[in-house]
């Protein structure tokens, strides 16, 4: 009943974060009934896109300009690198306007389950930047998880042995406009522990 080409597309969509079939086979029809706009700009856009867009030899960002936009300001501050775990956490916390340093993507966390272990991960790129001089502060921006809570402590242990003693972590705990009824159990427990006096 649909095409081998169709079938096709609508796996691929299908395959994509936050998407399953049924999305997948929605906005295969979206296209196809925008075809004459949507179809041609999203086609242009994704080869653009797979030519030009490449992962920063410095930081690891995505970008067309090498290294990145985010390495060439030189309004930055490269004394202070945010250590976060994707591209995606990188631009969350851009979207804030507060963050003004330099930033080093990971690519991942540790995790002995799924056999990642340090040399997966862009961990001796963020070693050979703190050991180039410079860099007096870090700030490890990992996810809360058992994961980015084991990678956090790895790096914290050799980032000691490299003589940088600013290493601090996000702040955890209850969320602006959070309601304390409505919060976990993990989250109370860590806004309790990491209180401040006022």
Same mark, same amino acid.
């Not at 797979?50 to 030189?74: H, I, M, R």
């Not at 976060?84 to 306007?97: F, G, I, K, M, N």
């Not at 001796?124 to 809570?149: H, M, W, Y």
């Not at 050799?158 to 409505?182: F, T």
């Given at each position: 009943?649909?095409?081998?080409?169709?079938?096709?597309?609508?796996? %691929?969509?299908?395959?994509?974060?936050?998407?399953?079939?049924?999305?997948?086979?929605?906005?295969?029809?979206?296209?196809?009934?925008?075809?004459? #706009?949507?179809?041609?700009?999203? &086609?242009?856009?994704?080869?653009?896109?797979?030519?030009?867009?490449?992962?920063?030899?410095?930081?690891?960002? *995505?970008?067309? *300009?090498?290294? $990145? &936009? *985010?390495?060439?300001?030189?309004?930055?501050?490269?004394?202070?690198? $945010?250590?976060?775990?994707?591209?995606?956490?990188?631009?969350?916390?851009?979207? &804030?306007?507060?963050?003004?340093?330099?930033?080093?993507?990971?690519?991942?966390?540790?995790?002995?389950?799924?056999?990642?272990?340090?040399?997966?991960?862009?961990?001796?790129?963020?070693?050979?930047? $703190?050991?180039?001089?410079?860099? #007096?502060?870090?700030?490890?921006?990992?996810?809360?998880?058992?994961?980015?809570? #084991?990678?956090?402590?790895?790096?914290?242990?050799?980032?000691?042995?490299?003589?940088?003693?600013?290493?601090?972590?996000?702040?955890?705990?209850?969320?602006?406009?959070?309601?304390?009824?409505?919060?976990?159990?993990?989250? %109370?427990? &860590?806004?309790? %522990?990491?209180?401040?006096?006022?």
């Amino acid at each position: 009943m649909i095409s081998s080409e169709l079938k096709t597309l609508i796996n %691929l969509l299908s395959k994509l974060p936050g998407l399953g079939p049924r999305s997948g086979k929605r906005i295969a029809l979206h296209l196809l009934h925008q075809r004459a #706009t949507t179809l041609p700009a999203l &086609t242009s856009s994704l080869q653009e896109v797979n030519l030009k867009v490449k992962e920063c030899s410095v930081c690891g960002n *995505l970008d067309s *300009l090498e290294p $990145c &936009t *985010l390495c060439q300001d030189a309004r930055r501050d490269s004394s202070i690198l $945010c250590v976060v775990e994707s591209v995606a956490d990188l631009w969350a916390l851009e979207r &804030t306007s507060s963050y003004k340093g330099q930033y080093h993507v990971l690519g991942g966390v540790l995790s002995a389950m799924d056999g990642i272990g340090p040399e997966n991960l862009r961990i001796a790129d963020l070693f050979k930047r $703190c050991r180039s001089g410079g860099v #007096t502060e870090v700030i490890l921006a990992l996810n809360a998880t058992v994961e980015g809570q #084991t990678t956090s402590h790895y790096l914290t242990d050799r980032l000691r042995e490299m003589n940088i003693s600013d290493i601090s972590s996000l702040a955890r705990g209850v969320p602006i406009g959070g309601e304390l009824d409505y919060l976990d159990e993990g989250t %109370l427990s &860590t806004a309790l %522990l990491s209180r401040r006096r006022m």
